[in-house]
């Protein structure tokens, strides 16, 4: 995410973002966060935020783990794929990319 001076045209990094499926993960100041929040609740119906520094990160609804170098994060929705796949009973998969 990006601020831009509206007098000066000057901009600079804010935030990131990320969105997944039906998921939004913001990372940035709460001001920043609630800014962002206020937008996309214009445009869409949303559900309760939920603050990852208010619990743990496992209850969000991305997973958060922090990367084995010690430098970054990895950010997945394994288990929601894994309910997924047991609610469906799905048993079967095709290689990925799957051109027909």
């Not at 800014?35 to 969000?60: D, M, N, Q």
């Not at 430098?71 to 309910?83: A, L």
């Not at 047991?86 to 048993?91: D, S, V």
């Amino acid at each position: 995410m990006i601020e831009v001076n509206s007098q000066t045209g000057d901009e600079h990094w804010v935030g990131l973002m990320s969105v997944y499926v039906d998921d939004i993960m913001i990372a940035a100041d709460r001001e920043v966060a609630q800014a962002a929040i206020g937008s996309i609740e214009k445009t869409w119906a949303i559900s309760e935020v939920e603050w990852a520094s208010e619990k743990p990160l496992r209850y969000c609804g991305f997973e958060i783990l922090a990367d084995e170098g010690g430098d970054g994060f990895h950010v997945s929705q394994r288990m929601y794929e894994q309910e997924l796949v047991t609610r469906w009973n799905i048993t079967e998969s095709l290689a990925f990319p799957a051109f027909k």
